[in-house]
């Protein structure tokens, strides 16, 4: 009953409190079930295939790179004795290349590889209309793209766009082409054609030998049990790859959608987190100041006999109700905003478009649990506070905080600051991704630091920035500097919210300006380009794009040590002109690869290392191809002029780089360069990912090639590409989420703060203040309390920035200034001011006009 | 050592502060309180009273010296133990009546026996109200009483548990007049029916007079006793003991 009566009495400041958590309660349900959901889904193209088996992947799974895939000798063999499994009726190795299909010169988007038709039957695809795609210029397509066998279409590969007719059209969807010769044992297309290899080599000059085989399906007969055939089949194939069943076979999703996918984690996670801190934290203020407020009722019903256990048990239950009613309100509300939050998830790209709901009855049960958890964490210590509150509580004025900084405050605020410190020290040694967290948890651990010494600084900080108007005779600057010194810990849980909301809001905009500014500022020294030329629809510009652009550009691919990928790019001698040459000599880059070209050896048996990367026991395989290698890579990798390396080529091929120069740091397109034209003899599917123009390139010489010019300025400013977009959305949802919760918090706060003080200020007016005096008194107190606040919250948000722009400038080798964003720090201690004055000043205008006898002003 | 005594103090002593702010509240005070006497306990600001009392109540601890109530050594028990002894044998009425202004005068004199988790019976809730005339006001909120009415409910609380005894901190230093007196009536009828223990503050001689015995304190020691004495006596001898100090 006690419980509840002053449930009653307090239920307007315990509505802010309901509302933090039933909104954390919300959040944590749509971050949980949208986690949970995020699981790689098996593509439709192998939906038909039990057993499947890939190539060992990256040892890292976050380099979202392609395993290194089997030369196709390698894979003959493999599926020659995957094949004979008993139980398996087919072993079918799949070829793709890029391929979009153009429709009217543009590119549609969607489909971006043809598959070798052999392989339609691990998507269990059938005719639909036509023949099977058989010679090269036969194509397949899927019936949603609605083109009758018999249209002659266009589709857009990396050499450019190229001529077909389609032959078919399959129930399902894709793009479909014939088979290389050397293609399927026992699988369906084994008569065709060679179109993959046609394709690939026609317009690449050599006869190339078509990309390296990613995946060999499976089919097995009626009467074969999978997890048999699967066991077997593992034997079989050993180390040279890894066999996929079930769900596993989600990992075959393109390495696109794991990206994606993984960016959504990013941000889900960081959302939770960030949630699951800040309510937390406002619960914790709120309650805390709360429990300050009720020091005379407490101390007042010691008195009457009630025992500390007993406090503490009203604290908590008040809590855990409030925790409970909020998850009552907040798990349905996620519950229903999880689908609209998915899909917009989809669509902004933080999620791949194969992501759908699972509604998991353990999520809303897990943040049900969490809700209360935060309520419980975040009251602890004032239950605590409260169960110690002494019976002569009741019988003193407890304006004065006897003991403003308990020495275990003390000790915690100089851990979290130590924390801190220890956190942005690791920040300047982390790698590019964590380094935007590591500055988030600095924060966290800084802002928790802050509102802990707030009542040490406070005071302190009230009386300077008092001091110029303290000469005056008016009683105002007198009565909030004695109010904020005598109720320091009070004054201190009012500014807890502002610091936060500051802190989050200039750190996060901060982050990202210090970041994009270098990476602009990078972009726009990188090339004195009039123009640029990016991809419009596609992944990447075909080399017809890359001739019609006319610039600079490289091609990017990948090269494996093992199975570990080392980004590479493919440049000509027009590049030359911005590398800097440290050691050795750029004239022999592009000389043609010695001991032949990589198609030339391919008739040697496959000597292709399987072990683990850097394992320099392999003998030197496969052509001699000069490589240009960066100074930071040559440094970490330990490579130098003169030496060899041998890897694997994207096709899977073995070939031994021989370095024959070192190049300056700088912005270079990957750690090793070498001839374009060896990239595209090794990798059909290379697309170009930007082209720098030192000229104006029309946009009528790329109609129908997937690209589009830009002026160099919009290319530098922000916004424009994928990432950055993604990025600012990112921003600013977490600035949103945590602006929101503790703005929330601030209006709480002083809400309760100016009704906690209905008997001071009618002190007040009876000692003769008018209600102006009063109402200024409020608002100079509470600007007070907004602007010490704001000046903690800058300085965690500026030690922050600074070890960020520290950490980036170690790792990048290049001084970055550190951005603070004076704009949105002006706008959300403007916002906070104006919502914290309001909320101080209403309440006494409010039963003022009441005509309360007991709470007026 | 037995005694009749329902409190006894013996050479209670207790000081504030440290060091050059050390303020002797009570330097040495013997006292014993018998089964059904009002004492008044009479002094200047700052003599020690209202430590007197709230060190007899166990709500602070003393330097030195022993306190028993109802035979019970105050100095043996924990926190949690005090608190129980509190609230079944103590009852307290201070000068700002502190009431829980969420609750109604009846909920407000029941607290007691709910905080100790004991149902408490409507008719006993109306038999305390009742005691000190008002028992047609149980429904209403403090906000809605008198400042004497409101000090009434305060002491119909503090009897509630049928405490031992009942300390009152200036129970009158609120009120007018005629408040003061329906209070101290009250007071005055519950000793006299009831046997209630009663030790009471003030710095008005005619609510000291309502007393049977008055106590004078003076810097933190006991300097008079004064017993069946008319307020102008009273008023009398502090004066001379004012002179005298
Ligand atoms: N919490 C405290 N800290 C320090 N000194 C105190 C404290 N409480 C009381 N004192 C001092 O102890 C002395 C006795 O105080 P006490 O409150 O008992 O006086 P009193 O007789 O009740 O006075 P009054 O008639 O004004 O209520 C005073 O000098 C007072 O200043
Ligand atoms: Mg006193």
Redesign the pocket.
Known sequence: MIALASLRERRRSLLGTLITLAVAVAVLTICGLLLVSARPVTPDRYAASPVLIRPVPPSDPEAFTEPRPWPKEQAAALTARLAAVPGVSAAVPVHRFYAQLLRDGAPVTGEHEAYSWSSAVLGGYRLAAGRAPAAAGDVALGEDLGLPPGARVELLTAAGPQPFTVTGTVDGSGIWVGDPVSGTVGGPGSRAGDAVTAVSSARVGSGGAGGGVPVIGLLIGADADPAAVAVAVTGVVGAEGVVLTGDARGALEPVGDARTRWIGLQVLSALAALGTFVSVFIVASTFAFATRQRHRELGLLRLLGAVPRQVRGWVLGEVLLLGLLGGAIGVPAGLLAAGPVAGWLVRTGFEPASFTVLYQPVVPVAALAAGVLVALVGAWSAARRAARVGPLAAL?EAAVDDRPVSRVRLLAGAVALVGAVAVGVAATRASGADLGSYALYAAMLLVVAGSLLAPLLLPRAVRLLSAPFAGGRGATVLLVRQHVATAARRSASAAAPVLLCVAFTVLIGGMVQTTTAYYGLNRVTAVDAAAVVVPDGTPGLSDAAVAAAGGLSALPTTLYEGAEPLPAAGVTPAEHTVLTVVEGDLATLHRSPMGGSPETTSAAPPAVPVGPAGSGRTPPAGPLVPVAVAQGFAASAGWAVGGRHPVSGPDGQPITLEVVAVLAGGPLPAGILLDRAVVRAMDPSALTSVVYSDRPVPAAVLAGLGGRPLSAAAYAGSGQEEDDRLVWVFTALLIGVSAGFALLAVVNTMLMSTTGRAGDLRVLRLSGATRRQVLGLLAAETAAVVATGAALGLAVAVAALAALARGLSVQLGVAVPMVIPWGTLAATVGVCLVLAVAAATLPALGSRRAASPSAGV | MTSTATVRLHAVRKT??TGA?T????GGVSAEFTRGSFTAVM??????????L?CAAGLDAVDSGQITIDGTDLAGLSEHARTLLRRDRIGFVFQAYNLVGALTAAQNTALPLRLARRAPQAAAVVQALAEVGLAERAGHYPAQLSGGEQQRVAIARALITRPAVLFA??PTGALDSTSSAVVLAALRRLVDAHLQTVVM?T?DPVAAAAADRVLV?AD?RLVDEITGADPARIAARLARGAVAA
């Open positions: 003193r | 504030y502060g702010n303020v002797t509240a009570l002094g200047a600001s700052g003599s020690g009273k209202s430590t007197l709230q901190d200036e503050v710095h304190l933190g």
